[in-house]
């Protein structure tokens, strides 16, 4: 894999990485870059409409949610080189020696934080991509409908990086042996799926609404 951040490479370059035969960069990075996608397009949606007389109403409020999405943007564009990291920091641990009992114990040790911490990532980013698509509704209602497609887009590619990020968790938790911990993620997981669907359908219907042209 480069050693240029993920984050900082051209898209073609970053599609190519993806397509490597390398394990990582892998679906949790590309979660989080697709997530960062959807906050930018809602981004641009607010950035369309403040300073446009005929939005004056909003523009404080779009231009609140601007800065709201670009600091989630940022967010999940760091977010991309840490989900590399953490996949790396678990190889480095399942590859410890595992001869004797006091090796096959700093090894299982080594191995349950770096799984705690491979599942947090992709709950960072989960938990940013539904902040996000909880903003999605208002910017598609509030926002210039002749950009209402695009916050339909931000809107579903948010949906889709939390689902990703999610798949990552569930994976992880698979491995990790500390009940309590697996059982507040999980019921997180849950909170989190459902949260998506409710805020997509939310931003979908105000969508729906404008381009049968029932929006202002």
């Known amino acids: ?73 940022a967010s999940l564009l760091d977010l991309v080189d840490r ?15 595992k001869g004797s009992d006091a090796e096959k114990e700093v090894r299982r040790l080594a191995l349950q934080s770096a799984l705690r911490a ?18 999605a509704e208002g910017v598609a209602r509030k926002g210039n409908p002749n950009a209402v497609t695009d916050a339909a887009c931000g809107a579903r590619f948010l949906h889709a990086a939390l689902w990703g ?21 999980a019921d997180e997981l849950s909170a989190l799926r459902e949260h998506a669907e409710l805020g997509l359908a939310a931003a979908l219907r105000q969508v729906d609404e404008k381009l049968r042209g029932g929006g202002p």
Not at 83 to 97: C, F, I, K, M, Q
Not at 165 to 181: Q, R, T, W
């Open 1 to 73: 894999m480069s050693q240029v951040a993920l984050q900082k490479l051209p898209v073609e370059g970053f599609v190519s990485e993806l397509a490597s035969d390398s394990p990582a960069p892998g679906g949790g990075s590309a979660s989080a870059a697709v997530g960062a996608i959807g906050a930018a397009l809602l981004e641009m949606v607010c950035n369309l409409t403040v300073g446009r007389e005929r939005y004056r109403d909003v523009e404080g409020e779009l231009r609140a949610r601007s800065g709201e999405l670009e600091r989630v943007r």
């Open 83 to 97: 989900d590399s990291e953490a996949y790396a920091s678990v190889s480095r641990a399942l590859g410890l020696p």
């Open 118 to 135: 491979a599942t947090e990532v992709p709950l960072e980013v989960a938990r940013a991509c539904a902040g996000a698509l909880d903003m």
């Open 165 to 185: 990020a999610l798949y990552n968790v569930e994976v992880n938790l698979k491995s990790i042996k500390d009940p309590s911990y697996v059982h507040a993620k």
